[in-house]
């Protein structure tokens, strides 16, 4: 796991540790120190901590204008555990609504397991973007199955064609274009 490194092809675009309105505004990781492990497996030391013990974040660009971000993450998604989702609410997201925040793409390839729980934190994130959308790209088939066996599917937008997305190849203003065209047209707007 420790050579799974955060996408960096945006970083001379954003970066979350220079950006004064950003949660992980002043974090600092080392380029050569390891020093965060999932079940004793170290990651890369790019990966940000949300105050989990499984669930690491990079917040790979954020549109202050649009009203947009995408984030990738890496490892175990438990909230029944270590309630991830309200680390990840509280920690990031909540800050990112008060900048103006409304739109959410969460990149989710490096999400090796779901373990859900209560839905209230996503229907609270859900309520707080009500003008906006959060949409999971790039999950696993079997992480998304688990996500709708506690009905997240109300909250976050996921499948079809957004689990096909090759979001690498398109810049970050190309992908939210490109998420939120298909999300109007799952809307019917």
């Known amino acids: 796991m420790h050579e799974i490194e955060p996408f960096y092809n945006w970083l001379e675009l954003y970066s979350a540790c220079e950006d004064p309105r950003s949660p992980l505004y002043g974090a ?7 020093t965060h492990a999932i079940y ?10 949300i105050d989990s013990e499984t669930l690491y974040l990079k917040i790979l660009y ?3 204008d ?11 998604w438990n909230d029944t555990l270590n309630n991830d989702i309200m680390n990840l609410k509280r920690n990031i997201i909540d800050p990112m609504v008060h900048e103006g925040i409304k739109h959410f793409i969460l990149i989710g390839e490096n999400v090796f397991n779901f373990h859900g729980s209560d839905d209230a934190y ?10 906006g959308w959060i949409a999971a790209i790039s999950f696993q088939d079997f992480v998304l199955s688990e996500m709708r066996n506690y009905n997240l599917d ?6 079809g064609s957004l689990a096909e997305i090759p979001w690498r190849t398109y810049t970050p203003k190309r992908l ?11 809307l019917g707007a």
């Open 28 to 34: 600092e990781n080392s380029l050569n120190y390891y």
């Open 40 to 49: 004793g497996y170290y990651i890369h030391p790019q990966w940000d901590d």
């Open 62 to 64: 954020t549109d202050y």
């Open 66 to 76: 649009l009203g947009f971000a995408v984030i990738e993450f890496i490892g175990e």
């Open 122 to 131: 996503y229907e609270e994130w859900f309520e707080d973007v009500e003008e």
């Open 154 to 159: 109300s909250y976050i937008n996921y499948g």
């Open 176 to 186: 939210f274009s490109l998420v939120d065209s298909m999300i109007q047209k799952r």
